[in-house]
């Protein structure tokens, strides 16, 4: 399969506890997108990356979430000190050039307790 | 804040087409129309996307009003498997690179039922 993927597809956690989550795009994709969704919501719009540089992001990114894509290729999402409202889908994309659609991954289920 | 609304849920037969609506009054000129569906516990999955023109592809037809403020997808033989959360999208420029991204309504709820 040559999809977007996302590590892990779950991740359970206790308030306070710092958690990372990767995502591997389709392998020629430079652009690499994340979104947060919530129950009964559509997904939010986080950041983006154009090869390894940040180029945009979200209100919604408050300061203990940090993003990187270091090589241009796969991407972490960190967050740290996690809070309940921190419980979420965190859903990756990516797509060849900025013109073309975004192939989403299957997303990392957050659970902060 | 979403650009598009949509009503919430509907049902449609099993074989019959789905017809489902979207309406984006605030759309700008250069602004493209995309339909992405989310099966439960999935990714989103990409349909279509459209700008002034119809458009139709193997899975959906994408059909554009005039004044683009709305926009219909249509499914033409609805299966137990198109059972999903569709979203219409508008596309907005996310900053000076030319970058876009997705601005995601809370989509309709379609059920397909035998």
């Known amino acids: 399969d040559t999809g977007v993927s996302q590590n892990p597809r779950h991740k359970i956690t206790k308030r306070g506890q710092n958690v990372t989550f990767r995502c591997d795009p389709i392998?020629?994709?430079?652009?690499l997108y994340w979104y947060r969704q919530t129950l009964g919501q559509g997904p939010e719009f986080l950041t983006y990356?154009?090869?390894?540089?940040?180029?945009?992001k979200s209100r919604l990114l408050s300061d203990r979430f940090s993003a990187e894509r270091p090589k241009g290729s796969f991407s972490t999402l960190e967050i740290q000190r996690t809070e309940q409202g921190d419980s979420a889908m965190y859903l990756c994309?990516?797509?060849?050039?900025?013109?073309?659609?975004?192939?989403f991954g299957p997303g990392t289920r957050l659970t902060v307790l | 804040d979403a650009k598009t609304t949509q009503p919430p849920s509907m049902d449609c037969a099993e074989g019959r087409a789905a017809n489902l609506p979207c309406n984006h009054s605030t759309i700008s000129g250069n602004e493209y129309v995309y339909w992405y569906r989310q099966i439960h516990s999935q990714g989103p999955q990409y349909i279509i996307h459209g700008l002034k023109n119809n458009e139709t592809n193997e899975m959906a037809s994408l059909i554009i009003t005039e004044d683009r403020k709305s926009s219909t997808l249509i499914l033409p033989h609805a299966t137990l498997r198109d059972t999903a959360v569709y979203y219409c999208i508008v596309r907005v420029v996310a900053d000076t690179s030319g970058t876009y991204k997705y601005i995601f309504g809370t989509g309709t709820r379609l059920k397909v039922l035998a």
């Open positions: 392998s020629e994709h430079n652009r």
């Open positions: 990356f154009q090869n390894e540089a940040q180029l945009e």
């Open positions: 994309a990516s797509s060849l050039g900025h013109y073309n659609e975004q192939f």
